[in-house]
């Protein structure tokens, strides 16, 4: 009887338990789905483009949330959304830099430079912070910075929010170089030593040596001021290095990249430039203040190794024509003879020919070999030829007193290294750096395989980012690891440029098949900052640097210098091994920049992914907001 009663009450018991259990569970339910839909924050991003599935994985970070918005959309006076200034949920965040960092170039910091010799020009140089050093946060855009005008209007019109900086148009305020009006600024075309405008000085050159029948196609630009001369050859199909040493206030390079022309931040001093040899058909200098014949002739001997053979140095500017324009110049005739004859002197002793002198402007051709100049050097004192070594390898290469021996040739009507085809055949033509089997284990087959590649590559860029194929909507872009220039050449019909980098950990140096195909790029250590201003580019093309750079630097330093170079609303394409993009993603979160996984072209079982991602657009804060964070 005692057992059946303490039976039951037990029973009665267990269901007064079961009963309350079930209640609490279920009021906790309810509360937690109330919370969740008065806290989930609304989405800023506006979904826009058809984006192809993520990989079917596991790993919860492969899953997008959604389709990326490629679209710009901000205004320049639009409220910072929260998204820019907070980080993904288990993200490392990365804050934004001071605002006096806007236009950070960590190697070519004005006050590092103080640290270096005057002479030669040497501060001027690259001179990178060590690793500690290295900034951990995000460079900001200017307070009402504004998308770029899109090409062609930008090549005659920029933001003054973007580059906010006056100085030229005071400078140069005769020489129709810049013109200041209410938000922009107005290039028009003018240059020192064409005050007609690039336009007519080109038509000049034109008229001397021939640049329409396709044998010129690249060019490069010392002290190119705002690059005029390279933005109106861009119509004539030539394709423009230019570069300048970094203003302290004049942002002149900063101004040809916001015009969406070809620019880098350069120097000649003691190094070699960072392209190969043989690699240009013109070069030019427009009082471009270059003591050519200084320091034994090493910059004119440094075009001559950059210079195609067959190729043409083209000088405009003192000495030239001295004797109309000395007194201008403010210095004698004496010194103005004395500085012609000794650059002539240089030239002929890179057996130079000098093509023609008319009104403001010289031109000298280098031989398509040196045979000739070989023999004469038997008979005569002539510059000496450079040991044998690697006169492509140009990266913190001291410039030496020699001259570049050219590769031999049977005869003298054979151009040294091959004859490069006529654009725009060149860039479909056997690369002969390739056909000579100049560049080890790379076959014409491998070439062909790779330029297909990329076409199909490139199509699937576009169809997962219908933006890249929209006209107008890109315009500057970089490829970190461009290999023989594939990605470039298929998107040879777009109304873009692109900077083609060989990194210098690279496997092979294909730098000068990248020229031969008539395209530009450089040499680069993404262990350290590039050479230009932040916001340089629109797109940037990634390809499986992260890979290459395992156990050589810190992931998040790499992806830190390309938020800095990017443009607010930018883009960037990874290409990596999924492992390594899951932890590329995770920086990118912190970064806040909206990142999505997709799938390899060539279907989900393939481990190499793609992660395309957005940098938002941030600015700094309005100035009195700046000045009170100063202030605390």
Not at 113 to 123: A, G, N, P
Not at 582 to 588: C, G, H, L, S
Request: proline fraction near 7%; aromatic fraction near 10%.
């Amino acid at each position: 009887m005692a057992a059946a009663k303490a039976a039951a009450s037990w029973k009665k018991n267990s269901m007064y338990s079961l009963t309350l259990t079930t209640f609490l569970c279920s009021l906790c339910y309810f509360l937690g789905v109330w919370q969740h839909r008065t806290t989930v924050p609304t989405t800023t991003m506006i979904p826009t483009i058809p984006c192809l599935p993520a990989t079917n994985t596991s790993t919860s970070t492969l899953t997008p949330a959604g389709p990326l918005d490629f679209s710009t959309h901000h205004a320049a006076d639009e409220e910072l959304p929260a998204s820019a200034t907070s980080a993904q949920p288990g993200a490392k965040a990365y804050p934004p830099c001071h605002v006096t960092y806007s236009e950070y170039t960590p190697c070519e910091d004005p006050k590092r430079s103080l640290k270096y010799k005057r002479e030669r020009l040497i501060y001027r140089e690259r001179h990178c912070p060590s690793r500690t050093e290295l900034l951990k946060c995000r460079v900001p855009a200017p307070y009402g910075y504004k998308n770029p005008f899109k090409w062609p209007v930008s090549r005659d019109l920029v933001w003054y929010g973007n580059v906010p900086h006056k100085e030229l148009t005071v400078e140069k305020a005769g020489q129709n170089w810049i013109r200041f009006l209410g938000d922009r600024f107005r290039f028009p075309g003018g240059g020192t030593m064409f005050p007609n405008g690039a336009d007519a000085y080109i038509d000049d050159i034109g008229k001397l040596i021939n640049l329409s029948d396709g044998s010129i196609r690249t060019a490069i630009d010392t002290g190119c001021g705002v690059a005029s001369w390279g933005a109106y050859l861009l119509s004539r199909d030539i394709l423009t290095v230019s570069f300048a040493p970094r203003d302290t206030h004049e942002a002149q390079v900063q101004f040809a990249l916001e015009r969406g022309v070809p620019a880098l931040i350069g120097v000649m001093a003691s190094i070699r430039l960072p392209y190969p040899s043989r690699a240009f058909d013109m070069a030019h200098c427009s009082r471009c203040l270059i003591p050519w014949a200084e320091y034994d002739g090493v910059y004119l001997i440094e075009v001559d190794r950059v210079l195609r053979p067959g190729g043409y140095w083209i000088l405009s500017g003192p000495p030239i024509r001295w004797k109309k324009y000395w007194k201008g110049w403010q210095r004698s005739e004496d010194d103005l003879n004395a500085e012609q004859r000794n650059i002539e002197k240089v030239a002929g002793s890179l057996c130079w020919e000098k093509v023609v002198e008319k009104d403001d402007i010289a031109i000298w051709q280098k031989p398509i070999n040196h045979m000739n100049c070989k023999l004469n050097r038997k008979l005569t004192q002539y510059l000496p030829f450079c040991p044998s070594g690697d006169s492509d390898q140009a990266w913190y290469t001291k410039m030496e007193v020699c001259l570049t021996s050219m590769p031999e040739v049977s005869s003298n009507q054979e151009a040294a290294g091959g004859e490069v085809a006529k654009w725009p055949e060149r860039l479909n033509a056997i690369p002969p750096r390739i056909s000579r089997g100049e560049i080890g284990g790379v076959t014409v087959e491998k070439f062909w395989q790779d330029a297909e590649l990329w076409k199909r590559r490139v199509s699937y860029y576009k169809t997962v980012s219908n933006q890249l194929g929209q006209l107008g909507r890109y315009r500057n872009l970089l490829d970190m690891n461009a290999n023989f220039g594939g990605f470039a050449a298929a998107l040879i019909n777009d109304p873009v440029w692109v900077m083609n980098v060989v990194p210098v950990e690279a496997k092979v140096n294909t730098l000068g098949v990248i020229y031969e195909r008539g395209l530009i790029g450089t040499y680069q250590n993404w262990c350290e900052a590039m050479s230009t201003y932040p916001r340089t580019y629109d797109l940037i093309h990634a390809d499986s640097i992260f890979t290459l750079y395992k156990d050589r630097c810190e992931m998040e330093d790499i992806v830190l210098e390309m938020d800095r170079i990017l443009r607010p609303e930018g883009s960037v394409i990874f290409r990596d091994d999924v492992d390594v993009l899951v932890k590329v993603k995770m920086i990118t979160d912190g970064m806040m920049w909206d990142s999505q996984i997709i799938d390899h072209e060539d279907g989900a079982l393939v481990r190499e992914k793609l992660l395309f991602a957005v940098k938002l657009y941030w600015t700094s804060p309005p100035p009195d907001d700046q000045q009170a964070n100063t202030a605390s």
